[in-house]
């Protein structure tokens, strides 16, 4: 890979990481999902730092070019993470609701005693 | 001076009223709650049927967010000490004097009831053993502090740490990251010896295909936490 490309991918790489790490710090970001995040950027740290790992992956799943290789395998890690949030979202929303309804039969019950 | 033992319970219908027993006859001087994380066997009936106290969640909050419930509960009704005590048979009421008396005589503000001080009783299998080390020495670098039972989740606090996890406490597999937080904060951390026995019914939350994920994840909590300002709950 080419070097400039290699110094920009490192550079946002590190910025990326230590803006998560920030997050999860501050208690804004949950660790759960910030994991698969730092995962997706090590492997890349990894592909940029190794040289020839980028072609070899690219004969292994037989892409010509290596930069398609990356595009190939960043479309697929945004989809498992697009996945999974979605799994992530619908528990948050049941719960969202399940919680309502609890309230709201709470509310109807504090308001029964008062009466 | 008012004590709390806090028991998470998710699906331990055949466990509870044992666990209730041996506090009530062993345990004078505390009183207890029992935090049901929507458990979706018979739990709620087994204890309402004893008429123990309970709180039921509405939705999962997983082992975390029930035992936060719990130091929620001891700060609203004014405890001093809170004790948290695994719903499933693990633990032995018997230790809990012995942990109130270490914590007074030595001033400490956290004791952790420890399997491998004396080694005695159920060892914990050897997977976990080799986590527990693992931890043990990534806590003794990061904070310099000798803690032989970082898993434990047999754990006394007072309120300074009690206000602390009402604050902030881990989600998922707290008891390593919370025991970092606490050292970091300068509070004082003990150990007695304990002996646990192995789980009477039901499965361990931790099985082997889970361990790494588990490793790799408490790691990466603890770096932050030690980079975490001071949350001292004052």
């Not at chain 1, 992956?57 to 290789?69: E, F, M």
């Not at chain 2, 030595?106 to 952790?112: P, Y």
Request: proline share 3%; hydrophobic share 45%; net charge positive.
């Amino acid at each position: 890979m080419e070097l400039r490309l290699s110094i920009i991918i490192f550079v946002s790489g590190v910025f990326i990481i230590s803006s998560i790490i920030n997050l999860v710090r501050k208690e804004k970001l949950d660790l759960k999902y910030a994991l698969s995040w730092l995962f997706i950027i090590i492997s890349i740290f990894a592909l940029t730092i190794i040289p020839g790992s980028i072609y070899a992956i690219s004969a292994l799943i037989g892409v010509a070019t290596p930069i398609n290789a990356i595009f190939f395998l960043g479309i697929v890690f945004i989809l498992i993470i697009l996945f999974t949030l979605t799994v992530a979202l619908s528990r948050a929303s049941a719960n969202v609701s399940k919680l309502s309804q609890e309230v709201a039969l709470l509310k109807d019950k504090v308001n029964n005693n008062h009466k | 001076m008012r004590k709390l033992i806090i028991i998470p319970a998710f699906n331990e219908e055949k466990n509870i009223a044992a666990v209730i027993k041996d506090i009530t006859t062993n345990a004078l001087g505390f009183d207890y709650v029992i935090i049901n994380d929507s458990s979706t066997d018979n739990t709620y009936q087994v204890c309402k049927f004893n008429d123990f106290n309970i709180i039921t969640l509405p939705v999962n909050l997983g082992i975390g967010g029930a035992v936060q419930t719990g130091f929620m509960y001891a700060l609203l009704n004014n405890y001093d000490l809170a004790v948290q005590f695994d719903g499933d048979g693990q633990h032995s009421a018997l230790y809990l004097n012995d942990m109130v008396q270490e914590m007074e005589d030595k001033n400490l503000d956290m004791i952790i009831g420890s399997r491998f001080i004396k080694n005695d009783g159920f060892q914990s299998s050897f997977s976990r053993r080799i986590g527990i080390v693992y931890f043990s020495l990534l806590i003794k670098i990061l904070t310099k502090k000798n803690i032989t039972d970082p898993t434990s989740g047999f754990r006394l606090i007072n309120k300074k740490i009690i206000k602390m996890f009402c604050k902030y406490y881990p989600k998922d597999y707290p008891e390593p990251e919370s025991v970092v937080s606490v050292l970091r904060n300068n509070y004082k951390v003990g150990e007695i010896p304990v002996i646990m026995s192995k789980r009477t019914e039901g499965k361990s939350s931790i099985n082997l295909i889970r361990s790494i994920y588990y490793m790799v994840k408490v790691s990466i909590a603890i770096f932050i936490d030690v980079i975490k300002k001071n949350t001292r709950g004052e």
